[in-house]
């Protein structure tokens, strides 16, 4: 096709020669100068979608793409500077305002740049689909004054040939019906050339001005048109398949559901694999972010030594039994545990025996607890025990006498030693909806006080009458 069309050419120069009009010459050149300039332009188009695309899997195809640009961008560049020579002023004005568009406008920077061995925009950071319409749109630009020029001159030529019929021989009758039917062949056959791509190109380009504002609704696109256009289609079908993926994997990473299935589904292609990697940066960085959170709201509420609930933890615990209780209409009861001896075991082994002494306590008073019971280190040798749903007052000695029985088994320590240690443990119950956390928790500190002071060891507190509290411990 390509030869027969430079055959085609050549006929119409030498046809036009014999006539001797020059000014239907410089129309007929004119016109294959604004053809080759579309065609090229075509070419252009189809090229710079194939090696843009292609890079994503293929980027074999997509060099041989790149380098296939370059005989073409010199057709193109050599069509309009014959142009910008017309002393016909409509037509030099054109194609100065094509040039412009070559030269400054997205497409023309998209095609030096990609001579230049430059990698494609559009991907170098992720999917850039802005770029993408930009370019594209800006080709079509192009490609309109160019057909407008083509028709313009093919008009001018059609009327000379006419004229000149009337006065010419039989022989130039049909030199001149062959150079009119050789000229209108031209404009079909560039327009053929230019509308095959042009209707799938800007399908493609409509929905990717959908996906650029954020509709990913829309349906696949048709692998129609030149097999470059089909494989760009192509590409953005993979595209937005990954994207819809991704917004997926990303609605549940923006609720912290890392078990979320979409965020495990591997996303399709190249471009999928380098979207999961992003994808699982964030997750992990989610996890992590999730993790600190964690541990820094553990550290706030628990003891860092004995790894119980610590007094913050514990007083919150208590607020919440003691209103669970007051919807329950049950009662709460308080351990208050002083220990017996601590002191000595310091001075006398160090403080390194003493923390080993406070973590098995703490480790004692959980294994004997009840399910839901809170146990938690108030500070120095303090510990409390929280149970709900205690029943009667000796329910509640009884659950002080087994504290004073666990903690006052002797210790063996990791270095070979024994110690031993009592307990004096304070109970108060609770069942006043007016008696505030801190009255509770002082009313079993009065009663360790007094089991310690007694030799009792266990000492469960009346009512204290204050006239009025403030819930802080």
Same mark, same amino acid.
């Given at each position: 096709?390509?030869?027969?069309? =430079? ?52 980027? %074999?195809?997509? @060099? ?16 309009? #500077? ?6 016909? &002023? /409509? !037509? ?35 999917? *850039?689909?802005?770029?993408?319409? %930009? ?19 093919? *008009? =001018?030529?059609?009327?000379?040939? #006419?004229?000149?019929?009337? @006065?010419?021989?039989?022989?130039? /009758? ?34 990717? #001005? ?21 494989? +760009? ?16 994997? !990303? ?8 078990? /979320?299935?979409?965020?495990? @589904? ?7 694999? =380098? ?12 996890? *992590? #972010? ?26 919150? +615990? ?41 973590? @098995? ?32 007052? *000796? ?23 024994? !110690?031993?240690? &009592? ?7 609770? /069942? ?14 009065? +009663? ?19 006239? =009025? ?5």
């Amino acid at each position: 096709m390509e030869s027969d069309f =430079e055959r085609q050419v050549v006929t119409l120069r030498d046809q036009v020669v014999r006539l001797g009009d020059r000014d239907l010459a410089r129309t007929a050149e004119e016109l294959i100068a604004a053809s080759r300039a579309g065609s090229s332009t075509a070419s252009l188009l189809i090229g710079l979608a194939d090696h843009w695309f292609s890079s994503l899997d293929d980027p %074999a195809r997509a @060099e041989r793409a790149r380098i296939g640009l370059s005989a073409p961008a010199q057709q193109f560049d050599a069509a309009i #500077r014959q142009l910008r020579t017309s002393p016909d &002023g /409509d !037509v030099s004005t054109a194609a100065a305002s094509i040039a412009r568009l070559r030269d400054d406008g997205p497409f023309g920077e998209a095609i030096d740049a990609a001579l230049a061995g430059a990698a494609p925009a559009p991907f170098v950071d992720g999917v *850039d689909l802005a770029t993408i319409v %930009a370019t594209f749109t800006d080709s079509f630009a192009a490609l309109q004054p160019l057909l407008d020029l083509m028709a313009g001159r093919s *008009d =001018e030529l059609s009327a000379s040939a #006419r004229g000149l019929a009337d @006065e010419s021989s039989r022989e130039a /009758d049909r030199n001149l019906a062959a150079l009119i039917g050789l000229g209108l062949l031209l404009v079909l056959l560039c327009l053929w050339v230019v509308r095959s791509v042009d209707r799938p190109l800007r399908q493609l380009i409509d929905a990717m #001005r959908r996906v650029g504002g954020g509709d990913l609704s829309g349906s696949l696109l048709h692998h129609g048109g030149p097999p470059e256009v089909a494989d +760009a289609s192509s590409a953005f079908n993979d595209v937005l398949v990954n994207l819809r993926l991704l917004d997926g994997k !990303v609605r549940a990473l923006a609720h912290a559901d890392l078990d /979320d299935p979409r965020v495990a @589904e591997e996303l399709p292609g190249p471009l999928g694999r =380098e979207l999961d990697a992003s994808v699982e940066v964030l997750a992990t960085s989610i996890a *992590d #972010r999730a993790d600190l959170q964690a541990r820094l709201e553990h550290q706030a509420t628990h003891d860092p030594l004995t790894g119980i609930t610590n007094r913050a933890g514990a007083v919150t +615990a208590l607020r919440s039994a003691m209103a669970r209780a007051q919807r329950q209409r049950s009662t709460v009861a308080v351990a208050f545990l002083d220990l017996d001896g601590f002191k000595a075991v310091n001075d006398r082994h160090g403080h390194a025996t003493g923390d080993r002494v406070l973590v @098995e306590v703490a480790a004692r008073l959980s294994d004997q607890a009840r399910a839901g019971d809170v146990c938690a280190r108030l500070g120095g040798d303090e510990f409390i025990v929280i149970a709900e749903q205690m029943g009667t007052a *000796d329910d509640a000695r009884g659950m002080g006498r087994r504290i004073r029985a666990t903690v006052g088994r002797p210790m063996r320590l990791g270095d070979g030693r024994t !110690v031993e240690i &009592g307990v004096s443990v304070g109970l108060a119950l609770w /069942d006043d909806p007016t008696e505030a956390a801190a009255d509770l928790l002082h009313r079993a500190d009065l +009663a360790a006080y007094l089991a310690k002071r007694s030799g009792t060891g266990v000492e469960l507190a009346g009512p204290l009458d204050l006239p =009025e509290s403030a819930d802080q411990p």
